[in-house]
């Protein structure tokens, strides 16, 4: 609940109604996460969730809700922001200054800490098998490749140390900002397409416009390969249907569109 952080509820989307309800959360919170990437298909009740100095793993079948966490001290200004968990059930943390935390589970201190780019992050999600993590900003995408060469584990598992590959900006061409006539570039959080194989295509949206990268070209270093395909109003969240990148969710002020990207 945005105007009581210290509250928690869960709405039934289908009934338009709020089913659950759970209050007296001293610590807040300020953003909710699933305990896997796709527990949402599990029997698993288990959520996170987190304020600017906290990190919490929730399970509504206990009394106090909260059964782990990691906080800090409110000197070290973590200004937690967002966050997105792998299929295993890692945990990738974005903050307000731009740092990004890899954990392999609340409770412990992150095992890779990633320097930011000076910007805040809005939005941050990770691929399932936990290789590669992508953020957003204002005016870019940032996309890290969290594996360690010659290594079987990558950040979430042991400390990138000097191992940490510099991150790849992803954002439009100028000629493109021109072409499109777009004013400001504002990028909604981007996400990797979801399903049972491995992701192909990172999607986002500025004002009016859908933008997908293709991710294998991506991850082989190409920043501009990327479409761009115009909607007839400004874009509030997209992202592609389960199992099917071909097809993407557009949430628009005042209607929600299914549409192939091709």
Not at 14 to 30: A, K, N, P, T
Not at 189 to 195: E, K, L, R
Not at 216 to 235: F, P
Request: proline share 5%; aromatic share 8%.
């Amino acid at each position: 609940d945005p105007s009581d952080p210290n509250k928690v509820m869960r709405m039934d989307l289908e009934r338009g109604s709020i089913v659950d309800e759970w209050d007296g959360l001293s610590q807040g919170v300020s953003n909710i996460a699933r305990a896997e990437k796709y527990a949402n298909m599990t029997p698993n009740p288990e959520f996170l969730g987190l304020n600017e100095n906290a990190l919490m793993r929730m399970d509504p079948r206990t009394k106090g809700l909260v059964v782990q966490s990691k906080a800090y001290a409110k000197g070290t200004r973590a200004k937690l922001g967002c966050m997105a968990t792998t299929g295993a059930g890692y945990v990738a943390v974005a903050s307000q200054n731009g740092d990004i935390r890899l954990y392999d589970q609340i409770g412990k201190n992150a095992k890779t800490h990633l320097p930011g780019l000076g910007v805040p992050v809005l939005g941050i999600d990770v691929t399932e098998d936990g290789n590669f993590v992508l953020a957003t900003t204002k005016e870019f995408l940032i996309f890290i490749d969290t594996r360690v060469a010659g290594e079987a584990k990558g950040g979430f598992l042991k400390s990138m140390g000097k191992a940490k590959p510099p991150p790849l900006r992803l954002m439009l061409k100028p000629e493109d900002v021109v072409k499109h006539r777009i004013k400001n570039v504002s990028f909604t959080p981007a996400h990797f397409n979801t399903g049972n194989s491995l992701e192909k295509n990172i999607v986002t949206s500025t004002g009016p416009f859908i933008v997908v990268w293709n991710l294998r070209q991506v991850k082989a270093g190409h920043r501009n390969a990327y479409q761009i395909r115009r909607y007839r109003d400004n874009i509030v969240a997209d992202e592609f249907e389960y199992n099917n990148e071909g097809k993407i969710i557009v949430t628009l002020p005042n209607d929600v569109t299914y549409n192939a990207m091709k």
